[in-house]
């Protein structure tokens, strides 16, 4: 099955400091999601990009839809003690719009004090 | 507050039993989802309703039975399940097609298999 490659696979950085993290796919992928997931809870939306090459900012949140359409970047400015937890990259299963969305294995964000 | 519901919260269950999880939104969302998610992976794609139909069982043993009643509700029910199926089980909906709306997920029902 399709794999996105997420990197990196944790993240140790100091309040204040910007994060950056990354997705990559062999195969084209029309849509690209970024969730975060805290402990005990589900993974929450943070940011949807449908079309190659679009920029979109949620806040302190930025992600991009590379313009190959086979990679995503989410950066984090200024990181606060709440930006802990597992983010993940994902897409649609086939590539092309099946039902279904395929993750990739998660950055673990840890922020020491 | 996510507005994907799932119930119950936490489940023990020994290898006998018979048990159900439930979802429910109000929404609108025509699809819904069953995820599993074990510690510190990404959650893997069980099953996929679309207009209430099954359209997608990704190779899921027949132990995990999966129905949905209407739109608004998606049970899971379990039998004779093993000890490695303990993970956190995830509810998520979207309006229509993954490719334009994203799957807003529920907070799961943690099941341990004992």
């Known amino acids: 099955g399709q794999q996105l490659n997420q990197s990196p696979q944790s993240m140790f950085i100091q309040e204040g400091e910007d994060v950056s993290m990354n997705c990559t796919s062999s195969?084209?992928?029309?849509?690209w999601l970024w969730y975060k997931q805290d402990p005990g809870e589900g993974p929450v939306l943070l940011i949807a990009?449908?079309?190659?090459?679009e920029l979109t900012s949620n806040g302190r949140l930025t992600a991009q839809f590379g313009i190959t359409r086979k990679d995503s970047f989410l950066n984090i400015s200024a990181s606060i003690p709440s930006d802990v937890g597992i983010y993940f990259c994902a897409g649609p299963l086939s590539g092309g719009g099946a039902d279904g969305l395929t993750f990739g294995k998660g950055t673990h964000l840890i922020i020491q004090p | 507050d996510t507005e994907v519901t799932q119930t119950p919260k936490h489940l023990v269950m020994g290898m006998t039993n018979k048990k159900s999880l439930k979802c429910e939104q109000h929404?609108?969302?025509?699809?819904m989802y069953w995820y599993k998610q074990k510690a510190k992976k990404p959650p893997e794609l069980m099953f996929v309703?679309?207009?209430?139909?099954?359209?997608i069982n990704e190779s899921v043993p027949s132990r995990f039975s999966p129905e949905c009643p209407n739109s608004s509700l998606l049970n899971l029910h379990l039998h004779a399940l093993q000890p490695e199926d303990s993970a956190l089980y995830l509810c998520?909906?979207?309006?229509?097609?993954?490719?334009?709306?994203?799957?807003?997920f529920g907070n799961g029902t943690r099941l341990t298999v004992t």
């Open positions: 195969s084209i992928f029309n849509t």
């Open positions: 990009l449908y079309k190659a090459g």
């Open positions: 929404m609108g969302h025509r699809a």
């Open positions: 998520a909906s979207s309006q229509d097609r993954v490719l334009n709306s994203p799957l807003h």
């Open positions: 309703y679309s207009y209430e139909k099954l359209s």
